[in-house]
């Protein structure tokens, strides 16, 4: 019997389920929605690389909230005989001073990821401000604007943070200020491109005629579409924040008071480590800088690779029961 003649095989191809017992037809249940794999969160913690560096950065937020527990006391107190190499005493020596770099590395963590952090909250929230206003309202006030980050993107980056650290008063909060000040234009330029493609959408059609006010379309219709690229924004932004600071505090304009990575490095040029060939007082300083933006450039590659579709790898599918062809050998193989 061909298919045509055969109304069991007609039924089950159409509508993808056999009749039953009587003859009767059902209609196949329709297909099931699958849930998705839970957000932005839980598509980092299935990265590897954002895993990584999730896992470095807990390390070093760890050491700078248990600060006074791994390194009781303070760590500018003189603790030993100075310029000492590691030892069991010091695991990380001792400066010219007779201070233990441990410590100061312990407590420098404080300082330094406060500011990274809270630099990158800050520049990335005017940024943000900034972009949304320039691509929503438009026309004057978006000339305004882009006249205004083209200003700051234009000015050298280095001359301005020396010239404003050096007039405006030392301080934890002039450092910050002046890291907003001159980090805030590029991440305006990039979050106002992405907010200017979701300004067209049709969403944001149907919210203005719908007759939703200006601030609600911004922050509750476009602000959750651009979560990747604000949170890479907001990645890039801490890595500027932390190693800014360290370049202002080495070139001995920040607040030398406190105890940060950057004042090590400071400390360590003046007490002339580098000539002395005291490596383990300006190596762990360093170290601890470069590991933190390698952590923060992981989790931001990961961010990539999860929120881009053209950044995933594809999955390999096999298909054991495929048959398999082999090639004929001969010419009458071939005609069979």
């Known amino acids: ?5 055969d ?12 009749p039953g017992p009587d003859g009767q037809v059902t209609a196949a249940p ?40 791994l390194a009781p006391g303070d760590p500018t107190l003189i603790q030993g005989i100075g310029s000492q190499p590691p030892s069991a005493a010091h695991w990380l020596g001792t400066t010219a001073k007779g201070q233990d770099v441990l410590a100061l590395n312990v407590w420098g963590s404080r300082s330094s990821l406060f500011v990274g952090f809270t630099v990158g909250i800050l520049a990335t929230f005017v940024g943000l401000l900034v972009g949304l206003a320039s691509a929503y309202l438009g026309r004057t006030l978006d000339n305004v604007l882009s006249l205004v980050t083209n200003v700051f993107l234009l000015l050298p980056g280095l001359p301005l943070l020396v010239i404003l650290a050096a007039f405006l008063p030392q301080g934890l909060g002039t450092v ?48 959750p579409n651009m979560a990747s690229i604000v949170m890479s924004t907001f990645l890039a932004c801490v890595i500027f924040g932390i190693g800014a600071q360290a370049g202002l505090e080495f070139l001995g304009l920040g607040d030398i008071s406190t105890v940060s990575w950057g004042t090590n490095l400071y400390w360590a ?30 989790v931001n590659y990961g961010v990539d690779e999860t929120t881009n579709p053209r ?5 390999r599918r096999t298909t054991p029961d495929a048959p398999t062809r082999v090639a004929p050998r001969t010419a009458k193989e071939a005609a069979r």
């Not at 109304?7 to 056999?18: F, I, N, V």
């Open 311 to 315: 950044l995933r790898r594809p999955r």
């Open 30 to 69: 329709p297909p099931r929605r699958r849930r998705g794999g839970g957000g932005l969160l839980r598509g980092l913690l299935g990265n590897a690389k954002a895993t990584s560096g999730l896992v470095i950065l807990i390390l070093f937020v760890l050491m700078a909230v248990f600060a006074p527990i």
């Open 269 to 298: 040029s003046n007490d002339g480590a580098l000539l002395t060939g005291a490596w383990w007082v300006f190596v762990p300083p360093g170290v601890c800088i470069a590991l933190v933006a390698f952590a923060l450039a992981l």
């Open 176 to 223: 910050i200020l002046v890291l907003v000040i001159t980090g805030w234009a590029g991440s305006a330029r990039v979050l106002r491109s992405q907010a200017m493609s979701i300004r067209g959408k049709d969403f944001v059609a149907a919210s203005q005629v719908t007759g939703e006010g200006g601030l609600r379309i911004m922050f509750r219709e476009m602000l």
């Open 1 to 5: 019997m061909s298919l045509a003649q």
């Open 7 to 18: 109304p069991r095989a007609m039924a089950e191809l159409e509508l993808g389920t056999p």
